[in-house]
Nanobody
């Protein structure tokens, strides 16, 4: 069984920073890729950032230059550093991990962590 737990969300003023964590646990062989998504009230889920094998990263245009994704392989944890936050970044942030289980690969979602950017 695989568990994905996000943490680090909260209330922050515009211009502030937060670091989100996505911890992956369970009987996994490896983590292939991790994606962060966000969903604001009344809006569709939006892809935010991607990291593959610690070397390849990609970002949505809306967060490029402000957000940074990284991973600690020893802890099976992926981080999303969010700087220069704007009110429009307010959303529930969800982690999606593409993991290897034996000879198969599957994707799992966490429950999300809420981020509110407001003065």
């Amino acid at each position: 069984q695989v568990h994905i737990v996000e943490s680090g969300g909260g209330l922050v003023q515009p211009g502030g920073s937060l670091r989100l964590s996505c911890a992956v646990s369970g009987s996994i062989s490896a983590i292939y890729a991790v994606r962060w998504y966000r969903q604001a009230p009344g809006k569709q889920r939006e892809w935010v950032a991607l990291i593959i094998n610690s070397a390849s990263t990609n970002y949505a245009d809306s967060v490029k230059g402000r957000f940074s994704i990284s991973r600690d392989n020893a802890k099976n944890t992926v981080y999303l550093q969010m700087n220069s936050l704007k009110p429009e970044d307010t959303a529930v942030y969800l982690c999606n991990a593409d993991v290897v289980l034996g000879i198969s690969r599957s994707a799992y979602w966490g429950q999300g962590t809420p981020v509110t950017v407001s003065s």
